[in-house]
């Protein structure tokens, strides 16, 4: 089975703190993807990954960036947390345009 | 710009009854994928049935099956014989040519005993 693991299920954080979110997949899949999941908004993509190394932004990438230097291992750093980036935070992964998402369990991220 | 509206921010159905989940899709893309994924109260985003826009049949995955009119950018979700399983937060989903998936704001099933 592909399995998507997140670092944390839950992690609560304090404002301007930076923040690490760690994402790994065991599939070799080529593509990785972060998004943020808001009631009455659904999922919206921050980043993705197509390659390592390469990176492009989603819908909404203000206050975000990421890290992918090894091929399984998609990171999604908040440089300084702000209250309203608190949220679920899902990562995901494919192995090519069109196929299946793989997600992980998600993270819930509070920051006071 | 490209977007996907489900209209039924929540939906309930009687268990061992069918339900249709509405969702319509907004792009210029001649060629691209359809999704619906569950999420239930776990978490766990799994995907339920896919669709590639070239195709002109229903897909169909046991008691799930889609209605698929491309012309009318519409790709609505049947669950036939409903289990209290299937209660979850459904996103209908597109993706194109650049890899990314732009999703609905999901429709919450309740399913009753």
């Known amino acids: 089975d592909v399995k998507v693991t997140q670092s944390s299920r839950y992690l609560v954080k304090r404002t301007g703190e930076k923040v690490f979110l760690e994402c790994v997949q065991d599939m070799d899949h080529e593509n990785m993807f972060w998004y943020r999941q808001d009631p009455g908004l659904g999922l919206r993509l921050i980043y993705f990954s197509y390659d390592v190394k390469m990176k492009e932004k989603g819908d909404i990438p203000e206050g975000y960036s990421v890290s992918r230097e090894k091929k399984e291992r998609f990171s999604l750093i908040l440089e300084s947390a702000s209250t309203n980036q608190t949220s679920m935070y899902l990562c995901?992964?494919?192995?090519?345009?069109?196929?299946?998402?793989?997600f992980g369990p998600g993270t819930r991220l509070t920051v006071t | 710009a490209q977007t996907v509206t489900q209209s039924q921010p929540e939906m309930s159905v009687q268990e061992a009854e069918t339900v249709t989940l509405s969702c319509t899709y907004d792009?210029?893309?001649?060629?691209?994928?359809l999704f619906w994924y569950k999420q239930p109260p776990s978490r766990q985003m799994i995907l339920v049935i896919r669709q590639e826009a070239y195709k002109q049949q229903n897909a169909t995955e046991n008691r799930f099956s889609v209605n698929f009119q491309k012309a009318a950018k519409s790709f609505s979700l049947k669950i036939s014989d409903s289990q209290l399983g299937d209660a979850a937060m459904y996103f209908c989903g597109w993706g194109g040519s650049n890899y990314k998936l732009t999703f609905g704001k999901g429709t919450l099933l309740t399913v009753n005993p």
């Open positions: 792009t210029s893309e001649s060629d691209y994928y």
């Open positions: 995901a992964s494919d192995r090519g345009n069109g196929y299946e998402q793989y």
